[in-house]
């Protein structure tokens, strides 16, 4: 019961456990029915709008291909006429009456044509248009090649005959695009777009130009035409979509050509005209749709094919459909067609309400029916959890009452045969868990103590084990070293005197007979006597480093052993620590794989210590070889660069605490060791290290 009532159980009543998956199984069925309405809904209306946005697309792509078509097609009919000789573009004296026939046949033509210029430039300077400055009304261009003001603008009737002079103006055909661009381009092709200011009406022009030649095949010059672009935005606010959603028309450069909107593709500056970007469109919509394209990283200058976007805006889902568009004079636009979800989703969104309250009401129904079933069926399992509840408590004269449903009926007949069985067990089980219990107590202290003074014994065995036999080769390896190499020290002092003696003598010999005898000088050059006392010299001096060395690494052995001092005697600390890093230092040393590991030093004033030097200089042995075995673990896993630039390190710092100790602390900068690992360090035969690399009693020991 202890463990039914603790918090690692988390329980719920009988009525949740029969009410909650029944109405989650109601709630789930109509939910899901909901749900999958809901999803394919959106991808009926998803399929719509792609179909709508296809048909739009097509539309204003035919809308372009016709409405762009026409001022290239005057300029076919224009230059035909004048290759067939219907349109006289001579030089002469007659010049100035075929200009006049010219801008009157191209004045005609804008009657036919809702153009904004039909025009022709020659290569003498010469010229004729008729254009539509304000839009509505035809008037006619005259210039001749010599300037200034060398051109004049005629108002016209409705038979295009010339009327009054409207102003007269500079031109010259070689300073302007309109001329030069098609001349240049060699074939039919679009100039450029051109705003117009005027007093009453603003207006942007797309240019197209074709050059013109003789029977020779001589350039004559070129015709041009003008077409309005605002119109393209009249025919996008018809479009169906445009009621709910945006076309637009824009440059690969994102300058805006059309839209949809209620808003001008332009801006007013000063009364001049000023092309805007479709991300600084007046209609915020038309400016988000554009700016989140391009978030999508979709440059204009590389949609090179249709794209069907998603995009979201004021919480909204967008579907938009970008295609490029064009011609084969130069044209290259880009076409956005959005449609925003909401326009198809209203019948939609009424059906899931419906669906929602249908749902709540399935619910509503089920929660109470599963209510008034699980009150039928707990409450004779509530008087059973109250029985159980006494007789867990220690009352076990419990009995259930019988109930209307029979598995509950034949459930409390057992519970009641259970409950007497349980007394009559009880009691004998409280007898003899009291007897088990004390019994249990006894063995177990027993086994801790036994267990306890086992590993004490081991650890102490193999301590005194290791350090004899530790001692005594290392006293027995020193003494033997010793012997020999104190008889070497000590008569190479006797022998470099020798030496110098001989030296000497033989100076003395060269000084006084060097050229009396010529076989001594023959074997003086071949043995090269004059190197060979030189180098003589070298040679005991090394010898004599040599044996100081040896004696040095022979004194460490033997202080690190202390074989044949007293067991415990007062020792410099420090030179325990330095017998210790000199034994190891074939271990610290540098090596192919990675640089030496660096022994940091920082000794206190230490006075000499009372302790058991041979046993205390183990220590420092375990520990440090602990430390350079974490330290090759960290090297092996880095190149020589890292451990170079970060090298491994040994620190050693020894500090009085108070007037009765002395400290002695070593750290390395390895990996550590992990948190859940450092209270069993000290445990006897407890290590980390593979099969064969260790015993798990250094720490132990130490």
Not at 531 to 539: E, H, I, R, S, Y
Request: negative net charge; proline residues 3%.
């Amino acid at each position: 019961m202890k463990r039914l009532n603790s918090s690692e159980f988390k329980v719920f009543p009988l009525q949740m456990v029969l009410i909650v998956p029944f109405v989650l199984q109601i709630f789930g069925a109509v939910g899901l029915v909901g749900y999958l309405s809901f999803i394919n809904g959106q991808k009926a209306v998803q399929e719509l709008a792609e179909q709508l946005m296809d048909r739009t697309n097509n539309i204003v792509e035919q809308h372009l291909n016709s409405y762009l078509a026409i001022p290239h097609k005057v300029n076919e009919i224009n230059a035909d006429a004048i290759a067939m000789g219907l349109l006289d573009v001579r030089v002469g004296a007659a010049s100035s009456r075929n200009r006049q026939t010219i801008s009157k046949y191209f004045c005609k033509l804008m009657q036919a044509y809702d153009l904004t210029y039909i025009g022709i430039g020659l290569t003498t300077g010469e010229g004729a248009g008729a254009a539509r400055y304000d839009g509505k009304t035809v008037t006619i261009d005259d210039w001749g090649a010599k300037l200034p003001n060398n051109g004049k603008n005629y108002a016209t009737d409705n038979q295009c005959n010339r009327a009054a002079i409207n102003n007269i103006f500079d031109y010259n055909n070689f300073k302007e695009s309109w001329y030069t661009e098609p001349i240049k381009a060699g074939k039919p092709i679009w100039s450029r777009i051109y705003t117009w200011d005027g007093d009453k009406n603003s207006y942007i022009t797309a240019a197209t130009g074709r050059p013109i030649y003789d029977a020779q095949n001589r350039l004559l010059g070129m015709v041009g035409a003008d077409i309005h672009l605002l119109k393209l935005s009249e025919f996008l606010r018809g479009l169906d979509v445009s009621r709910s959603g945006q076309v637009l028309i824009m440059e690969r450069n994102g300058l805006l050509i059309a839209n949809s909107s209620n808003q001008q593709p332009f801006t007013l500056v000063n009364k001049k005209i000023q092309r805007l970007q479709a991300t600084e469109s007046p209609d915020p919509e038309v400016r988000e749709i554009v700016k989140q394209i391009q978030q999508q990283g979709n440059q204009f200058e590389s949609i090179n094919e249709p794209k069907k976007l998603e995009l979201e805006w004021q919480g909204k889902r967008n579907f938009v459909y970008v295609t490029p568009w064009r011609d084969q004079y130069g044209l290259d636009w880009l076409v956005v067609v959005s449609v925003p979800e909401k326009a198809f989703m209203a019948k939609i969104s009424a059906n899931n309400q419906t669906t929602i309250a249908l749902c709540l009401g399935a619910l509503a129904v089920a929660i109470v029916s599963g209510y008034y079933t699980s009150v039928w069926i707990t409450n004779p399992i509530l008087r059973m959890k109250l029985a159980s509840q006494a007789i867990a408590s220690g009352k076990l004269d419990q009995k259930v009452d019988s109930s209307n449903i029979q598995e509950l009926n034949i459930l409390a007949e057992s519970f009641n045969y259970m409950a007497g069985q349980l007394s009559e067990f009880f009691t004998a089980i409280e007898t003899s868990k009291a007897e088990l219990e004390q019994r249990v107590e006894e063995r177990t202290a027993e086994l801790k103590t036994a267990l306890s003074d086992l590993q004490r014994t081991q650890a102490q065995v193999i301590q005194g084990e290791k350090m004899s036999s530790l001692g005594q080769l290392v006293a027995g390896v020193a003494h033997e070293i010793n012997n020999p190499v104190n008889f070497i020290h000590g008569n190479i002092v006797h022998l470099n005197e020798c030496i110098q003696d001989l030296l000497r003598m033989i100076h003395l010999y060269q000084e006084r007979h060097h050229q009396d005898d010529p076989e001594i000088q023959a074997l003086a050059e071949e043995i090269d006597l004059e190197f060979l006392t030189g180098d003589l010299q070298k040679m005991l001096s090394s010898m004599k480093m040599g044996t100081d060395r040896i004696r040095s690494i022979v004194l460490s052995l033997r202080n690190f052993s202390r074989m044949d001092e007293a067991e415990f005697k007062a020792v410099n600390i420090h030179e325990g620590i330095e017998s210790t890093l000199l034994i190891l230092q074939y271990r610290l040393k540098n090596k192919p794989e990675y640089p030496a590991i660096e022994v940091i030093r920082d000794y206190g004033n230490l006075p000499l210590v009372e302790c058991y030097p041979g046993q205390l200089n183990q220590v420092f042995m375990n520990i440090l070889v602990n430390a350079i075995d974490a330290l090759d673990e960290v090297n092996i896993k880095r190149t020589y660069a890292e451990s170079k630039e970060n090298p491994s390190r040994i620190t050693i710092r020894t500090s009085v605490t108070d007037t009765q100790r002395v400290e002695v602390a070593i750290a390395d900068n390895g990996s550590g060791i992990p948190e859940h690992l450092k209270n069993s360090v000290f445990d006897p035969f407890f290590t980390t290290k593979p099969i064969g690399k260790g015993t798990g009693m250094g720490m132990a020991i130490s």
